[in-house]
């Protein structure tokens, strides 16, 4: 029996819970959702694509803002399991 490493999870159990792609039966239409949105986003707003925070070749962030200035500012930070998709879409 393999060792519980968090909670009631093995570590394949948690690889495996970390791969969103084994917990739906088809990631497309969510892709395909994110990438409409992504390109509405750069189309309709101020985009800055690519902003270093690191020395990494990954380190980059896009930052998208309303052609108004003074707007209030939503930051949003995904805190992991990057496996299917890209910053980019």
């Not at 999870?9 to 917990?23: H, M, P, V």
């Not at 509405?40 to 108004?68: F, N, Q, T």
């Not at 200035?69 to 890209?86: E, L, Q």
Request: with cysteine.
């Amino acid at each position: 029996m393999a060792d519980k490493i968090y909670l009631d999870y093995d570590q394949e159990e948690l690889n495996r819970q970390y791969n969103q792609a084994t917990l739906v039966s088809d990631l497309s239409p969510y892709q395909e959702r994110g990438k409409a949105a992504t390109e509405k986003a750069r189309a309709s707003l101020r985009c800055e694509i690519d902003i270093a925070y690191g020395d990494g070749p990954d380190e980059r962030l896009d930052v998208y803002r309303p052609d108004a200035d003074g707007c209030p500012m939503v930051i949003y930070t995904h805190g992991g399991a990057w496996r299917g998709a890209v910053k980019d879409t």
